[in-house]
């Protein structure tokens, strides 16, 4: 019962959060380009109003001149927050300088004098591959086909009245929506126990802690609070002798769940996934399956979200894998591990956006 009351407060929170937010929304400002049917000529600026059968668009907001453009005029619009490529590699550099220096001191290990060096020389790699993709996602833009009908503007209203200068009241009848994502994330796994005991190979001595994490998504949204997820799990961790270089431990995991979300901002938001499933761990030698088991999986875990634009979204996660294994060769034991990983995912529709 207090599961769920946690639950329902988590969701009520959200909608507060999500409500307060709309109410306090300050004007932001966004780019577009503009593609009309009698013109070769990429019309720019920035989108100040969504009227009832037109687009208004300033030159900026120094030269608040306006021009209306009619539906009927309009091919392709597209739309970028302003500034969000500087946005992009800000928020990339950082991200990717601090898990740079959480995997140089995993990685590092006892490595004395050198741990600060090597921390620093990855958070500086990881830094500059995050500015980089930060930049990418910050130049994509939000495409909206209007095709000179008045049907799409229509469909197309509610997002455009969220991106106009102008604060308007949301009238919107239809709302596109982008409800099926798939994702993709990789990052470090730390394992918490050994993955087996009395393992029936000669001169074994067990395994690394620490090695590569990834992850498949594939998730419906039922509302913005709440959707499910299906996740695909692959954790690889080597051993700790350097004559058995070609052994390595697998740990795989399907699990399914629900997904809660809580909104931070228009552009952040905080899930939490709880998922229950099934996880296996397999020895490897010469790539050959030599030890396996399987059994029951719980996977918890939490993420902060940025939504980049209407497709693509990116993530930063930790989470807690728990599993008991029943190996077949005989003997049993535990298949914990905790993974950081940096994801990327695209929501699917039916027209581009």
């Known amino acids: 019962m207090k599961i769920f009351m946690l639950i329902g407060l988590f969701v009520c929170c959200g909608y507060g959060v999500r409500a307060q937010e709309k109410a306090n929304r300050k004007a932001k400002v ?24 037109s687009l208004f668009v300033a030159g900026s907001l120094l030269n608040p001149d ?3 453009y009619r539906f009927s005029k309009i091919d392709l ?13 800000a928020v990339g550099s950082v991200i990717g300088g601090g898990t740079g220096v959480v995997t140089g ?43 000179r009908s008045f049907e799409n503007l229509e469909k197309y209203r509610s997002p ?19 409800k099926v994502y798939m994702g993709f994330s990789a990052g ?31 998730g ?27 052994m390595y431990w697998n740990l795989d995991a399907f699990t399914a769940g629900p997904v809660l979300s809580l909104p931070l901002s228009e552009k952040f938001r905080f899930d939490f996934s709880p998922a229950i499933g099934f996880a296996s761990a397999s ?48 003997g049993s034991g535990k298949a914990n591990a905790i993974d950081i990983q940096l994801g990327l995912a695209y929501k699917f529709g039916k027209r581009s956006l």
């Open 30 to 53: 966004y780019k577009t380009w503009i593609k009309l049917n009698d013109s070769s000529q990429i019309v720019t600026g920035v989108l100040y109003e969504v009227g009832d059968s």
């Open 220 to 246: 419906y949204r039922i509302t913005e609070q709440i959707g499910v997820s299906l996740s695909m799990r692959a954790d690889q961790y080597a051993t700790v002798d350097d004559d058995q270089a070609d």
């Open 77 to 89: 619009l597209k739309v970028r927050r302003d500034k969000s490529i500087i946005r992009g590699a």
């Open 66 to 68: 306006l021009r209306e």
């Open 105 to 147: 001191l995993a990685l590092a290990g006892d490595a004395g004098l050198l741990t600060g060096a090597i921390s620093a020389s990855l958070g500086l790699g990881f830094a500059v591959f995050g500015g980089a993709v930060g930049i990418v996602a910050g130049s994509i833009k939000d495409r909206f086909p209007l095709n």
């Open 283 to 330: 020895l490897y030698a010469d790539n050959e399956e030599i030890y396996t088991g399987g059994g029951f999986a719980v996977n918890i875990t939490g993420a902060l979200v940025y939504d980049m634009s209407k497709r693509w979204v990116g993530s930063f996660s930790s989470g807690y894998l728990s599993s008991k294994q029943e190996y077949k060769e005989g």
């Open 160 to 178: 455009l009245q969220n991106y106009s200068f102008l604060q308007e009241e949301i009238v919107a009848r239809h709302k596109f929506e982008h």
């Open 188 to 218: 470090l796994s730390f394992a918490r126990d050994e993955l087996a005991f009395d393992v029936p190979f000669a001169n074994y001595k067990g395994m690394e802690r620490t090695g590569f994490s990834s992850k498949t998504i594939l």
